[in-house]
């Protein structure tokens, strides 16, 4: 017959096979695949790569005003019979008419400017993709590192654990045959207890780091890390300094939004400059002349406007709001 001891310890390890199951089927991967995937699957990453879009988007909406505009409009009508006046004809019996509007913007430095600000907003909008990119790259290589600092600080906690337990065991067996005392026992057992407790924080955290890397590569569950790392050597300080101000992204971005806001106060002047658009207008009726219509005509004109001039008031608060967001812009640099 089974013994009381054998059955608990095959209970023991049926418990753990089921506890650990999940661990043994977690995904493992290098470093260079984490990277890869979190760059490409983040969401920070996927809105970034949608503000891209976005900015595009309101380009065209902003350049559209820029350029020509052609519409073009046809009609057909058909009456029961032919509507003549003193035996001339004022309205036939079938007529068909269609007519072009072709607008050209020959001077219109406003929405020029608007097209080359957009421009530049799509500009910034690209390179801050690359910072949020460098952002969860920086931030997946952090968690990674940390799941195999977590794997050592078990292992190495494990270690403390079994010592203490191997002391514990040692001073209870002195205690036993007299050449120990109590107080030895005691604080080996504490010890013991210290371990133990600082080993299940350990895994506790460990449990965590690996949910914090499946989250940031957008995997359905933690991820495992492999056992080895190899890292490049650093670049000495000062060329480290160097190359962060001219290459980090999140850099250029900062600058490129101040060069952006300080073109955008720089050319508020265009706000009271004219405008000036050609106008074409050819249309056609049907061959069938009557009193009030001709069969084919147009007529081209030019249109010029210009815009309102604001009040004082509302300019000066205009021009400080653009001062302020450049400084502001610049100190963020």
Same mark, same amino acid.
């Given at each position: 017959?089974?013994?009381?001891?054998?059955?608990?310890?095959? $209970?023991?390890?049926?418990?753990?096979?089921?506890?650990?199951?999940?661990?043994?089927?977690?995904?493992?991967?290098?470093?260079?695949?984490?990277?890869?995937?979190?760059?490409?699957?983040?969401?920070?990453?996927?809105?970034?790569?949608?503000?891209?879009?976005?900015?595009?988007?309101? $380009?065209?909406?902003?350049?559209?005003?820029?350029?020509?505009?052609?519409?073009?409009?046809?009609?057909?009508?058909?009456?029961?019979?032919? &509507?003549?006046?003193?035996?001339?004809?004022?309205?036939?019996?079938?007529?068909?008419?269609?007519?072009?509007?072709?607008?050209?913007?020959?001077?219109?430095?406003?929405?020029?400017?608007?097209?080359?600000?957009?421009?530049?907003?799509?500009?910034?909008? &690209?390179?801050?993709?690359?910072?949020?990119?460098?952002?969860?790259?920086?931030?997946?290589?952090?968690?990674?590192?940390?799941?195999?600092?977590?794997?050592?600080?078990?292992?190495?906690?494990?270690?403390?654990?079994?010592?203490?337990?191997?002391?514990?065991?040692?001073?209870?067996?002195?205690?036993?045959?007299?050449?120990?005392? &109590? $107080?030895?026992?005691?604080?080996?057992?504490?010890?013991?207890?210290?371990?133990?407790?600082?080993?299940?924080?350990?895994?506790?955290?460990?449990?965590?780091?690996?949910?914090? $890397?499946?989250?940031?590569?957008?995997?359905?569950?933690?991820?495992?890390?492999?056992?080895?790392?190899?890292?490049?050597?650093?670049?000495?300080?000062?060329?480290?300094?160097?190359?962060?101000?001219?290459?980090?992204?999140?850099?250029?971005?900062?600058?490129?939004?101040?060069?952006?806001?300080?073109?955008?106060?720089?050319?508020?002047?265009?706000?009271?400059?004219?405008?000036?658009?050609?106008?074409?207008?050819?249309?056609?009726?049907?061959?069938?002349?009557?009193?009030?219509?001709?069969?084919?005509?147009?007529?081209?004109?030019?249109?010029?406007?210009?815009?309102?001039?604001?009040?004082?008031?509302?300019?000066?608060?205009? &021009?400080?709001?653009?001062?302020?967001?450049?400084?502001?812009?610049?100190?963020?640099?």
């Amino acid at each position: 017959m089974t013994s009381p001891r054998l059955r608990m310890r095959l $209970l023991e390890a049926v418990a753990f096979l089921v506890l650990a199951a999940p661990a043994f089927a977690q995904e493992r991967i290098t470093l260079d695949e984490a990277v890869r995937r979190a760059t490409a699957r983040n969401p920070t990453a996927l809105v970034a790569e949608q503000e891209i879009r976005r900015a595009e988007g309101i $380009l065209k909406e902003v350049r559209a005003p820029a350029l020509p505009i052609l519409t073009a409009n046809g009609i057909v009508t058909r009456n029961d019979a032919e &509507r003549d006046l003193a035996g001339r004809p004022i309205a036939p019996l079938s007529s068909r008419s269609a007519n072009l509007n072709l607008t050209v913007p020959l001077f219109v430095p406003q929405r020029w400017l608007a097209w080359s600000h957009a421009g530049d907003q799509v500009d910034i909008a &690209r390179i801050s993709l690359e910072d949020a990119r460098r952002f969860v790259a920086v931030a997946t290589a952090r968690t990674y590192i940390t799941v195999m600092a977590q794997h050592r600080l078990v292992q190495v906690t494990t270690q403390a654990r079994d010592s203490a337990r191997a002391h514990l065991d040692d001073a209870h067996a002195r205690f036993e045959v007299g050449s120990g005392n &109590r $107080l030895d026992e005691v604080r080996a057992r504490q010890e013991l207890a210290t371990d133990e407790a600082q080993l299940a924080q350990a895994e506790a955290n460990l449990v965590r780091a690996r949910e914090a $890397l499946g989250v940031l590569v957008a995997a359905e569950g933690p991820i495992e890390v492999t056992e080895q790392l190899a890292l490049a050597a650093p670049p000495a300080p000062d060329d480290a300094l160097r190359e962060a101000e001219e290459s980090r992204p999140d850099v250029r971005a900062s600058r490129q939004r101040a060069e952006a806001a300080r073109r955008v106060l720089r050319d508020s002047w265009a706000d009271y400059l004219p405008l000036l658009t050609a106008v074409v207008q050819p249309f056609y009726n049907s061959n069938t002349p009557t009193i009030s219509s001709v069969p084919e005509s147009g007529r081209p004109a030019p249109r010029c406007g210009a815009p309102s001039k604001p009040s004082g008031e509302r300019t000066r608060a205009s &021009r400080l709001q653009g001062r302020r967001r450049v400084s502001r812009t610049r100190r963020s640099t």
